[in-house]
């Protein structure tokens, strides 16, 4: 995630960090050049029939609501990930607190703890697709999950989580109010995890993709048709004006319908999970660590 | 569900999986066909009167304005339907997890949760049509529901576990605390799937489909009177971009509006199955399935 | 409700059942034949002054994001009707199972379900209007409801139920885990029958109404005057046109926003209330009814 | 709140009770009076300079957007007060329920249901601003709270309820199961009273309102410059129309972000707190009231 | 926040104080001036060519559109914030009524509501970001935590109503109903911090501001181009009113993306930490402190 202040005149006209026009610009100036070559075209070759601009007014008003639309249901997609995880963090700190109301063995609750931390480093990685995640590997590690092999998979701690109270309930050490508390709160995290997955294994449908990325060549190809007659040799400075505003908005959403890569606007798990950390050390008795610090704007 | 990358530039001239272009080509090129009649006509019959671009242009608008209101509604029965389905997968594995912690019999917790992924089978069966899938039979007889006759109703299964979950608390090994526990998955459980019953059974108002179908082949039928003049020959090029558009909204629409229906856009009810199977094996001592994997870019 | 497959070639052109045509069409034919006059005086009386076109675009926008609006908010409220419905169907289903849990007394079990049923015919007879439904009196006769004089209110069939359970507890055949289950069942039916009152009782405002149809016809009647140059005696074609996507959208709007009327858009509460006595029935014992089918692609 | 049918020939043309008309007319014919001076000017004194209309395209588009936005906003606050008095109705159905089932003394769950009746009066009182309000000081009264100075604060119906069942539970005569259900109530309550009030307290901000009216202003002043040479004298109207429109729907806009007003479509809390005396007066065993009617189709 | 009554004649002409007006304003005449150097340019050195306005509808179209998705965003995050805020309060006074029933001890149940209190103000001091704040610092001395140094975090405070009640459980001061009861309290509020936290550490991605205001710009810059041969002179105006709108737009919807700022559009917390002050002296035993009231219009 980019954290930066509003722009001011300078990053309007300069940043390039956390901006979009990187990842656009060939397409733009092909899109331009393109668009110059019509109107050399029109001017040495052979003049083109003069279309109305009109069609092309109807053709991008329902462009920008399709792509509104899409943005739309991507940026729903970044939000609800990340109430997701904002919901994740919240019950790894209820946890916290009902293990210390319900759990008597401070063994258990150290245990439970650590699962949970170790839960929420395999979420990320699986979410990330980082198979291999040192720091993964390692808070699996402290929490006695197999150290080798393949990553364990995040279910693997919950269900270590449900074994641990199941145990304590048959020692006696957790009573039926306590069992019946975390259980709650176990089916908490299940249910974020299941929404998160869902978001990370369930792309916005692919034939929007094409029809949106099709019609967009389309209108920026065909514009210079009704450009070249009223604009002349301003009609590549149009062209690449509108191809800046609805590829940059089209890219835009394919990054934020991703909200787990690794793209500049991706969510920032990496501190999500530094603050859970946080958040549990007291209750761990241990020192807390620092929190993430964006780099270069960037927050991981 | 189609599973492909961000379409490059050969996907975007040349990618038909996935794609609407097949189920529209025909009605597309009808109608291109028919504005070349127009021109015809036009240039060799006799002239048609000329008429202003403006009309169209709010009759264009309109007509996106309520493709648009058409497509949000749809896409939210989709979303809606995956979220649902994504809920259905959380509550087994934390009912999983819940007999573990509140279930004395080890017999009863097997069978509860081979009863809990019959229910998945037969609700997936049912929202798909399938009155006699062969897998849905396979996990119902092993969960002890009749293996002959008509599968039975998702209910059955449901009804199964309270009715395990009943003989279990008069046996004393289900006390209060679990009988609640249990009780309340089970009815998240009835919620899920009353909310998917209610997408597959209560579909998008009819009247709807034929107000938007009637409005775009009456746009796009009399476009070419507008088009006649001003583009001439490119007329017909015109009119197939913007019934591209539109009729390939609709379209798009019609299959998300249909979220459990056999479309290349449909939910993967398969894949969500097996991933409940494999989170379930642990809980059952078996070995897990592998999951399902996308074919040809389809995951069913 | 109207359920039909996606309209075909046929269907589009001459459906009639489903359609909104048979309802505006008086108001559709009036508006073209004034604007049939509208072209004649121009023609043989005194010309018009020449509006241009551009007036009517602002207006026509405006006019279709308003319409777009109350649309919106008319289906939300069909499908937030649909939702309660579907979610009392869940609850009759879980409180069913409950009641198999945690009442005692068989006598008891199927007294409450059989006062759960009448309160669903209740509460249908009451949104629909309908103050002496035979099925709902028959309905309530079996649950021990009075059955002479008007109908009982819905509440009378859940105050019944709490006092069935009060006295189960006093009598010792409902522990106290039972009597929280039973009241949370409880309260969660109250808060659907409290919602779809909400719905039933308090309309869209009537002010848009009366805002939206006179903005709709005051555009529809000054139309002519800006089509009459440019569109001549396709002026009338152009005004019935337009009149239909703008009344037929009005008029679908207000046949969602009432979603418990009896409509052809209305929702099915009869074949939900039939759904409810079949998941029901093995509960008492008893067979379960066939599922209402569509009569003329309508389910009531 | 103006409950009336959908408008038929005759309201379209003439009703007022429930329009907005009476409210701006004022402005409309003002705005209409402009436009006919700088029509006379134009023609009198000097000609204006004409101006094309294509940005007034742009400007009414955008003006649409941001007053279809605030609509959205405005009507969203106005559902959303009528779902939490809903929700509020609800509660004290099941609280009614729950004391019957939880409290042992009828004594106290009389004076628990006459607190939650006056907590319902006091908070119309506040939401309305009527700190006078002869029926919710009677209400009070009758629930034991002091009748005497100012109305006292809704919280203090609620603090009393909680007195109550600490009392009842000190006592014997409510158990833990009772205590924590009718506590999770009086949260629910709780929440739903905060929720009204939020929506009270916390306006649509200032600074949209700002915005928008001096928005439509600009526009509908400058617009005659648009219109003098197209249109001529009817000018005038078309920019009354206009005014008509926006100004209309800002004014309903304003009505209805403030849902607990006394303007005609506020909502009608009168009315929510007489059904709610019918739900609760067979549980305190006396003859429930009369619902209230609509006067002259408003309902308070 | 700002609280005045609808802008009246005078406030809308003239009313500053909640007005964006003055934060504007530099761009609005910068780009204003640019305009009238451009027609100046035009006019005595040489013309430039004549660009039709309709490209401009489109572009502008999209840009509204694209403003306005931003600031529907932006409204979410601030109304979704209040809404947290208000359950944050609603949690408060539940958990007031709640230690009346379940915490036996009067000296746990005083510490109890102080320790939440001093969440209130911490919670509030960190979204402010207000690292030494006096209040904060005086709530949560007077709740017995360290007085010197950093302010503690919010966390610590629910930390200690956590270790709180386990020592009361211990004791056998609480039971299970009420430790229950109490924990499911503390992580509704620890929901509802997390939920305010997302929305404060999680800005609208930085792209859109970028995207947004380099479109803006670009838009207000090429504008003159197509308004110098149309309006000559009056183009400084109408860039100068178009600019007025969008900017605006954009201004109001960055103070509304940051609802814990110091704005003049920010959320009242101090008037919200000290309701919730009142709300809770009754249950202390003290005499409620006067609700804030607006100075200057302005509620902190």
């Known amino acids: 995630m980019i954290l930066r202040d509003k722009p001011g005149f300078m990053q309007l006209a300069f940043a390039v960090r956390g901006s979009i026009v990187p990842v656009i610009a060939p397409q733009v100036l092909g899109l331009a050049a393109f668009a110059a070559l019509v109107v050399w075209a029109d001017r040495h070759l052979a003049t083109f029939p003069e279309i109305e601009a009109t069609p092309f007014t109807v053709f991008g008003i329902a462009l920008s609501l399709f792509l509104g639309f899409r943005n739309n249901a991507a940026y729903d997609r970044w939000w609800e990930a990340r109430k997701l995880w904002g919901g994740l963090l919240a019950d790894l700190r209820s946890f916290a607190r009902e293990t210390e109301l319900f759990l008597a063995s401070e063994a258990d609750r150290a245990r439970a703890l650590r699962l949970a ?34 990553l364990p998979r995040p279910c693997a701690a919950l269900d270590s989580i449900a074994t641990l109270l199941a145990n304590a309930r048959r020692d006696g050490t957790l ?38 990325y099709r019609t967009t060549y389309l209108y920026c190809l065909l514009l210079p048709l009704a450009l070249v007659g009223p604009a002349g040799w301003l009609a590549p400075l149009f062209v690449g004006i509108v191809a800046y505003v609805f590829l940059g908005l089209a890219e835009v959403t394919e990054d934020l319908a991703h909200p787990f890569g690794n793209t500049p606007n991706a969510l920032p798990l990496d501190a999500i999970c530094r603050t859970a950390e946080i958040s549990l050390a007291p209750h761990l008795g241990e020192e807390p660590p620092q929190p993430l610090a964006p780099v270069d704007y960037y927050l991981s």
Chains 1, 2, 3, 4, 5 share one sequence.
């Open 175 to 212: 009573d039926g109010y306590g069992a019946r508390a975390l259980a709650e709160r176990l089916a908490s995290i299940t249910l974020g995890q299941a929404g998160a997955e869902r978001i990370a294994r369930t792309p916005l449908p692919y034939v929007y993709s094409l029809l949106i």
């Open 117 to 150: 931390l170790a839960f929420m480093h395999l979420h990320r990685a699986m979410a990330r697709r980082l198979p291999d995640d040192a720091t993964a590997r390692t808070a699996a590690g402290r929490a006695g999950l197999s150290a080798d092999g393949p």
